[in-house]
């Protein structure tokens, strides 16, 4: 990227309201058949406008052709059965009625290729690509066959990386993993987690990134927020593997978050994907606040190396609040941009 400060979000935008219920997670399709690949494609072309209105410079589909960040990738594999549910304990923090692996996962066909030759085609910007990580995928799911974690996880390891090779085929420039397990469960990510993402990413060529946040702006999350204390230190634990690893850039909640911003010095070198909008909030930035944490970020970022972002995905607010948001995103951006030219 030549571009000084390039702005991107971390993943989920607004879908339009004839695709899916507004302001609503994981809300169910409004249309089917053909009509239904046909309004994705549609919702793709628009969220992808929005932000390229917005200036935005590393664009995504807006993730319009995914109910759920996980669960729809999921459900493009083999060993998995989405009839047989089960209730389990997601991330540590809600209960939820989750799929249940019933043989050997495999990947006989892909999920997103398509999805991601379609935006390919409608756009010259560079695009990033959101895949769920092996860790927060095992745990969004019940494990009838291999009962033990670290094995699933390597066996997800091999099919993300077999998807990961043909997105960049695809015209991929960035694919991201998103990882909020890696804020919770210390000891496996640094026992196994970070190696599986490293088998993910293997042989690929264009930029990784592990996005690792603190979640949607959702009622479970907040609560959560508040057993944390004034001080989240969560990524203290990670961080100095992760600097160590192989992934290029590493995605993180910095804004309005109890983050302390020191933090980022674990992890000198590697390029950040800095949050600096905060997606559980209708209260829109002011291009000033954004560019106060973006010049905190500075400190232990190098300029070169500081991608401005979003905390997480904005799926669930309205599109007017998610557009201002973008649109500050980009304001506070330029104000530092200056500041360095200067
Ligand atoms: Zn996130």
Redesign the pocket.
């Known amino acids: 990227m030549k571009t000084l400060l390039p702005t991107s979000t ?2 989920s935008l607004p879908k339009p309201s004839w695709l899916a219920e507004p302001e609503t997670l994981w809300s169910p399709w409004k249309l089917q058949g053909e009509a239904l690949i046909d309004g994705k494609q549609d919702a793709l072309r628009v969220s992808l406008h929005e932000q390229q209105q917005a200036g935005i410079d590393i664009v995504s589909d807006g993730e319009q052709t995914r109910q759920h960040f996980v669960t729809t990738f999921i459900e493009h594999l083999d060993g998995v059965d989405f009839e047989k549910r089960k209730t389990v304990k997601i991330r540590d923090r809600y209960d939820a009625s989750v799929p249940t692996v019933v043989g050997p996962v495999s990947r006989q066909k892909p999920a997103f290729v398509d999805d991601a030759k379609f935006l390919r085609q409608q756009t010259k910007q560079p695009i990033k690509w959101a895949l769920p990580g092996p860790m927060t995928m095992i745990d969004t799911l019940y494990d009838d066959h291999y009962k033990s974690r670290e094995k699933l996880a390597w066996e997800f390891a091999k099919i993300l990386n077999q998807e990961a090779k043909e997105l960049e085929a695809a015209g991929v420039d960035i694919i991201q993993f ?1 990882e ?1 397990a890696f804020n919770v469960f210390f000891d496996e990510v640094n026992a196994w987690g970070i190696a599986c993402l490293e088998r993910a990413i293997e042989g690929l060529k264009c930029e990784t990134v592990v ?1 690792i ?1 603190y ?2 702006g959702i009622k479970a999350n907040t609560d959560w927020k508040k057993t944390l204390g004034s001080e989240w230190r969560q990524y203290e634990a990670v961080f100095p593997k992760l600097q160590q690893s192989n992934i290029d850039i590493i995605s993180l909640e910095c804004h309005n978050a109890h983050v302390p911003i020191e933090l980022l010095e674990l992890i000198r070198g590697k390029k950040v994907m800095v949050g600096a909008i905060d997606v559980a909030t209708d209260k829109i930035e002011t291009p000033e606040e954004v560019a106060d944490t973006l010049r905190k970020a500075l400190e232990f970022v190098d300029a070169d190396k500081l991608y401005p972002c979003t ?3 904005m799926a669930p607010l309205s599109r007017r609040v998610a557009s201002a948001k973008l649109e500050a995103l980009r304001a506070g951006t330029e104000i530092i941009r200056r500041e360095l030219l200067a």
């Open positions: 971390a993943g998103d909020p996005h946040c979640g949607y905390n997480c995905g």
